[in-house]
């Protein structure tokens, strides 16, 4: 594993380093201009999704911003009702700082609640600097940029045990009907084929993307992302069918539907990677690295590994991805310094502290790829890099949250439901329909 290469200064004279001496300002936080600031004894308070490994290894990344400012940290957990959380807090006079924002919808929202502070002119350079113009899309609402995606996804990877698939002597399928049947030979061997999180609703949506991705191809997907064509689209009708050929078959899903409605992500996870296996592969975002690698010890490239989610029907391979996107809100105590962390976030340097623990990918094109501690990590980072603005963003994380992305409701709680019953995906498309459409004209 490469060691982050850092000479740890203090105080205001080490971010003015890190970012491009203009952290000492007077007026914008960290803005150039006479006299010496430094944000020793002040806090940021930070909300985000994130628990476990993530929230441990994004907690390095704000050690090392302390370590450079002075500025202590104060992580909070939100869990997936990130909208619900925030604006409770915000109600209450007890706003964070920074929030973690993991939907476009989401940071939509915020920013047409008048709940955010556009970024600093610093951040926006580096941004343009630094990024492909797909993720300044993605963070910016009518032109102004509210949002910088620190933490990327690539959500188009299926991770498995290579002990597991050389068990029961198959390679890594080519195309979603393979898929399948390897999974039916694995299941075979002794273990499930797929361990499947749904209990956490956003991975159904996640499964949903990449088959409509490939199945309905990217113009239909850019036009149900928006709305402007309906969820009873048959293209829709036609995706779910493709998914229920996986969820009907009680030999594919570890613990059948039932078992993988009373499972969550972290518990997907550990069904392939943990001490005791009960399938051989999980589908999700190339975050599972990071999981299996910290909670389970396993050797990334070694012990788990991943194939390209591979192409439905007469489809190209999706590339699907998401992100979680850093916003200062305006009614939080200390916007200054939640300015400056995500000055600090925008540089290399800081992704390559999360880099090298796994389990992330930057969006930063300037991080030097030998910063991931792995060749697969390294291999999906140059991946998404590469796709620059072809990539195609996570469809529920641009809708609404009311229909992408909360617990219970929407989109969510509805492919939940027919992953417990698939019997009939017109009804279903039916139901997503009704939900988008409230929730688009909310």
């Not at 002075?70 to 209450?92: H, L, M, Q, W």
């Not at 195309?175 to 039916?184: H, I, N, Q, S």
């Not at 590994?305 to 489809?315: L, N, R, S």
Request: aromatic share 10%; glycine share 12%.
């Amino acid at each position: 594993m490469m060691r982050r290469r850092t000479t740890l200064l203090t105080g205001c004279t080490a971010l003015a380093l890190t970012l491009g001496a203009t952290a000492c300002g007077g007026g914008d936080p960290v803005s150039a201009g006479g006299g010496d600031k430094s944000l020793d004894g002040q806090t940021v308070t930070v909300a985000g999704v994130w628990s476990g490994a993530e929230q441990k290894n994004f907690q390095k990344v704000l050690d090392a911003f302390t370590e450079k400012t002075g500025a202590e940290t104060r992580f909070v957990s939100t869990g997936d009702n990130v909208s619900t959380v925030v604006g409770s807090k915000i109600e209450g006079g007890n706003a964070p700082d920074v929030v973690m924002v993991p939907q476009v919808g989401v940071l939509q929202q915020f920013a047409g609640n008048g709940w955010l502070k556009p970024l600093s002119s610093t951040t926006r350079k580096s941004v343009a600097a630094n990024y492909a113009t797909v993720w300044k899309d993605y963070g910016s609402v009518k032109g102004t940029l509210y949002g910088l995606y620190f933490k990327a996804a690539h959500k188009s990877t299926v991770w498995y045990s290579p002990a597991a698939l050389d068990q029961a002597g198959v390679q890594p399928p080519k195309t979603y009907d393979e898929m399948l049947k390897a999974g039916r030979t694995v299941s075979d061997s002794g273990l499930a084929a797929f361990s499947v999180a749904g209990q956490d609703g956003w991975t159904l949506t996640d499964w949903f993307e990449n088959v409509y991705l490939s199945q309905a191809g990217p113009e239909k997907y850019d036009a149900l992302a928006a709305h402007e064509l309906k969820w009873t689209d048959q293209s829709v009708v036609d995706v779910l069918t493709t998914l229920a050929k996986l969820f009907q078959d009680k030999q594919l899903l570890a613990g059948g539907r039932k078992g993988a409605l009373n499972t969550d992500f972290p518990g997907s996870v550990e069904k392939v990677f943990g001490p005791e296996p009960e399938a051989g592969m999980v589908y999700e975002g190339d975050f599972v690295a990071g999981v299996a690698k910290d909670q389970f010890g396993r050797k990334i490239g070694q012990d788990a590994d991943f194939f390209a989610f591979p192409p439905v029907g007469g489809g190209a391979a999706p590339v699907v991805s998401g992100g979680d996107a850093a916003v200062v809100l305006k009614d939080g105590k200390n916007t200054k310094a939640g300015m400056a962390l995500l000055e600090y976030l925008a540089t290399p340097e800081a992704a390559a502290v999360w880099a090298e623990t796994g389990g992330f990918l930057s969006p930063n094109k300037k991080l030097d790829l030998a910063s991931y501690g792995d060749d697969v990590t390294r291999t999906t980072a140059k991946s998404l890099i590469a796709a620059g603005d072809s990539v195609r963003f996570d469809m529920s994380d641009q809708a609404p949250a009311a229909f992408g992305g909360t617990k219970g409701a929407g989109e969510w709680k509805i492919l939940q439901d027919f992953l417990r019953d698939p019997s009939d995906p017109k009804a279903t498309a039916a139901q997503l329909e009704t939900a988008a459409a409230k929730a688009y004209k909310g």
